[in-house]
């Protein structure tokens, strides 16, 4: 081969790899500095960043279930997780982490667990809420999911907030790819798409309509480049007398 096309077939090679990896959350970009003003980075005591949440009122954060293991405190106001301080830290005790009752692990399902801060944060132009759904969404919706995760299989979080755009799936098409799922979830991204979430999204929020109506639970096996089945949350909409008695009981 004339080395000429030797090297040009080197270089297709490299960049298909690249590719296949899925590298750009999975194939999203990096959210604007004044957008998602209501995510949370959750993490541990050597502030390792966990799980994503999103901020549902001043003194709660909404995340996973399974992300319980070494919370000790959650990051507000900053897309950056190099550029945090104490200002962006609220502590939350070992009594204040309401894991929903029944769960038992990700795929039987009731992954979602409320955080209550140590304190009320102030709403401000780095600081928002984000509004819960009142009842189930439309299949048609168009949507987001945004977290400091690995932007590929094995791969390590991010310091920088990353969003992706991704398609609702029916739930039914959803439960014959993966044979089996849990009651009350949501499936989004992931199967016929390159575009979805990975390791270290847990807990961050499906976002349709300006509402949060997904809490990101689990994809197959942590492989990222979706060969087969979809990504699934946990639908809020089910969970909403579960929220409004944890709220009520903390005021």
């Not at 979602?112 to 009142?134: C, D, H, W, Y």
């Not at 739930?171 to 199967?191: F, Q």
Request: charged share 20%.
């Amino acid at each position: 081969m004339h080395p000429l096309h030797t090297f040009l077939l080197f270089h297709l090679l490299m960049y298909l790899g690249r590719s296949a990896d899925g590298s750009e959350i999975i194939n999203g970009e990096l959210a604007p500095e004044n957008s998602m003003l209501y995510m949370a980075s959750v993490q541990n005591s050597k502030g390792h960043h966990l799980c994503g949440g999103f901020l549902i009122r001043e003194d709660f954060v909404l995340t996973a279930a399974h992300c319980d293991p070494g919370i000790t405190h959650v990051v507000l106001g900053t897309h950056d997780l190099k550029s945090v301080n104490d200002d962006n830290k609220i502590s939350i005790k070992d009594t204040d982490i309401h894991k929903h009752e029944s769960y038992e692990k990700v795929t039987t399902g009731n992954d979602i667990m409320l955080l209550k801060l140590s304190k009320k944060v102030s709403l401000n132009g780095r600081v928002q809420t984000i509004p819960l759904p009142t009842t189930g969404m439309n299949n048609q919706d168009a949507c987001q999911v945004a977290g400091w995760g690995a932007i590929k299989t094995d791969g390590r979080a991010v310091d920088d907030l990353r969003v992706v755009d991704v398609s609702i799936i029916n739930l039914d098409d959803c439960t014959k790819e993966w044979g089996r799922l849990p009651a009350n979830v949501i499936c989004a991204g992931g199967y016929g798409t390159d575009k979805g979430f990975c390791r270290g999204d847990s807990g961050g929020p499906l976002v349709c309509n300006g509402k949060a109506v997904g809490v990101v639970s689990f994809n197959y096996k942590g492989n990222c480049n979706y060969p087969n089945v979809s990504n699934v949350y946990t639908d809020v909409s089910m969970y909403l007398p579960w929220i409004d008695d944890v709220l009520n009981c903390s005021k």
